[in-house]
């Protein structure tokens, strides 16, 4: 089946640490994202890469960092300087050209920082 | 810039009601528009999309939805709701005119189904 994996779907770190959040995906999609999503807020858009090597911060850059090194794979790492990280986060993949902006989403993954 | 409103954050209603949940939106450029829905603890779903021609979309699970470009809407319709449709239900819009595919989300609606 094709789709989009997050790993671990929840995650518990202490305040100070980096974490590394998994996306993989096998739908071919030139296209990924991250989002964060806090309650009442929506879905805030933190990095995209529309092809391999190359990314783009979002709206929410500050404390996170990516790698594209593979078509399939888009880690996010939270690092120690974004001051409130406990969030949903999803990741999530689109065609470059087609489908117009449509995107899929993976099933999240739930960070708690203490 | 662009930006997405949803007016109600809650929409109470009882099984077998309409209901409409709104969605308008701000954009300096022509935009695609979106409708999506997440379950607890789930990623989202894609319940329907406009992109060009007919402005009445249909999507899955008997929603549908009407784009009108005069008031910036595309409110979100259901003649008949289920209990199962309990679930927070986000508008977006990417820019159609740009290489931009990053979506733009409202801050969500959470639809709750009463028997």
């Known amino acids: 089946d094709g789709g989009i994996t997050q790993s671990p779907k929840y995650l518990f770190r202490k305040e100070g640490q980096n974490v590394t959040l998994s996306c993989e995906q096998n739908?071919?999609?030139?296209?990924m994202y991250w989002y964060r999503q806090d309650p009442g807020q929506g879905l805030r858009l933190i990095y995209y890469?529309?092809?391999?090597?190359?990314?783009q911060k979002g709206d929410i850059a500050e404390g996170y960092s990516v790698s594209r090194e593979k078509k399939e794979s888009f880690p996010l790492t939270v690092t120690s300087a974004q001051k409130n990280p406990t969030a949903f986060y999803l990741c999530a993949s689109s065609t470059r050209t087609g489908e117009k902006g449509e995107q899929y989403f993976g099933p999240g993954t739930r960070l708690t920082v203490t | 810039a662009q930006s997405v409103t949803q007016l109600d954050s809650q929409v109470p209603v009882f099984e077998e009601a309409p209901v409409e949940l709104r969605c308008n939106y701000s954009s300096s450029v022509s935009v695609y528009l979106f409708w999506y829905v997440q379950y607890p603890n789930q990623g989202l779903q894609l319940l329907l999309k406009y992109l060009s021609g007919s402005t009445l979309v249909k999507g899955i699970n008997g929603f549908e939805a009407e784009f009108n470009k005069s008031q910036t809407s595309f409110h979100l319709r259901k003649p008949s709701v289920h209990i199962s449709d309990t679930a927070e239900y986000f508008c977006a819009v990417s820019e159609s005119d740009t290489g931009r595919r990053a979506l733009t989300f409202g801050s969500g609606t959470r639809l709750q189904v009463q028997p």
């Open positions: 890469s529309q092809i391999v090597n190359d990314f």
């Open positions: 739908l071919n999609h030139d296209a």
